[in-house]
């Protein structure tokens, strides 16, 4: 018999709580998965569909028009330059390129280990174990304050962070980059929800930032999807940024396993990167239901934690988060577990803006009433 043995799909442990959910007779809110639901704007659709007679097979690296558009990105809204020829890659999502990188960068030939922050994106650590690596949960405080991180291959970092909202200041960056080379770690930055900072900037420091680096970008890896920013997870479309040896070496590995955005999706983000218009308007859609849903949610009990930017509240009432999954779902409410995270996730909850006025104002409505 063939096949990986990977663990069960940890949302599918969810079905008893959606199935009480179900039972509230003004509906479900569901706010367990964060999944845009607002429509794509119509300067990406429209570059779709001109985009559309995509005869030829499209390049793994991007067509110069992508390349370019990612380097306005990043100058845009971060300020940092970048080499359109080296120092960019898009990529199938941002989560296809989070679960292969372990193996892209052939960490089980060197007897390398993943590292990723101890309340996490699950797809850290499958990463490690589709690459046939050991995960071990190390966050950016520990690396400050000097966790070794001998035989670590590669080092996530996700600011903001998913499920927690946390955001790394540009020293703290700074530090796990000088500590990570000094070891020899390749660091990789998910920071697909940048633009959603609710406190000051329009954006969080990216690990690529000028006073994180320098000048030099050697070892340091920044990935971002603009499914968040542009309501576009159904296109998949994403790109990974920095050290132009990485990227030339990720960039042959994908040509080997045929790992290419699609020539129309290519064309759609050139109009949505180059476009700022839609992303603030967009920002600002998930700032009203931010402010109708987390008095909502403190009213009910939980206390929100962290939760600076992204698209979450993550609260707590101090209890196993499976009683406030059960008391959530009591109220036709679905929230995600916080164990889904890691054993330092277990007493929170993740709340998600990413549902329609409507059944954001439902849910908030039920949680002050309960």
């Not at 992303?279 to 402010?291: C, H, S």
Request: proline share 6%; hydrophobic share 40%; charged share 20%.
């Amino acid at each position: 018999m063939y096949g990986l043995a990977l663990p069960d799909y940890p949302w599918d442990t969810l079905a008893p709580y959606r199935a009480k959910a179900a039972e509230h007779p003004d509906g479900v809110c569901d706010l367990s998965i964060g999944t845009p639901v607002d429509p794509t704007p119509e300067v990406i659709t429209r570059a779709l569909a001109a985009g559309s007679d995509s005869h030829g097979y499209p390049t793994t690296a991007g067509t110069r028009e992508v390349r370019e558009a990612i380097v306005g990105w990043y100058r845009t809204w971060h300020g940092i330059a970048l080499d359109p020829e080296t120092q960019v890659l898009p990529t199938i999502g941002s989560k296809e390129l989070v679960a292969w990188l372990p193996t892209l960068l052939g960490l089980r030939q060197a007897g390398a280990k993943v590292a990723g922050p101890s309340a996490a994106y699950p797809t850290y650590e499958m990463g490690a174990t589709l690459a046939g690596v050991e995960s071990v949960r190390i966050d950016a405080a520990d690396v400050i304050a000097g966790a070794s991180l001998e035989g670590v291959g590669l080092l996530w970092l996700n600011s903001p962070g998913n499920p927690t909202g946390e955001v790394l200041s540009t020293e703290d960056l700074r530090l796990v980059v000088e500590r990570a080379r000094a070891a020899g770690t390749v660091v990789a930055s998910d920071e697909c929800y940048t633009l959603l900072n609710w406190e000051g900037e329009d954006a969080v420091p990216s690990v690529l930032d000028p006073a994180v680096v320098g000048d030099d970008h050697h070892g340091v890896l920044s990935v971002y999807s603009m499914s968040k920013q542009s309501n576009l997870a159904g296109y998949r479309a994403a790109f990974v940024a920095g050290d132009p040896a990485l990227i030339g070496n990720l960039t042959n590995s994908r040509k080997h396993a045929g790992m290419i955005v699609p020539g129309p999706v290519q064309t759609a983000m050139v109009a949505g990167l180059n476009d700022t218009s839609h992303v603030r308007a967009q920002k600002e859609i998930y700032r009203r239901r931010r402010d109708l849903l987390k008095p909502a949610a403190e009213s009910f009990g939980l206390r929100i934690d962290g939760s600076r930017a992204g698209l979450y509240l993550w609260g707590t009432r101090d209890e196993d988060c499976w009683h406030t999954i059960d008391a959530l779902a009591g109220l036709g409410i679905i929230a995600g577990p916080g164990a889904f995270y890691g054993a330092a996730a277990g007493t929170h909850v993740r709340i998600a803006l990413t549902a329609s006025d409507e059944r954001i104002a439902a849910a908030a409505a039920r949680l002050r009433g309960a």
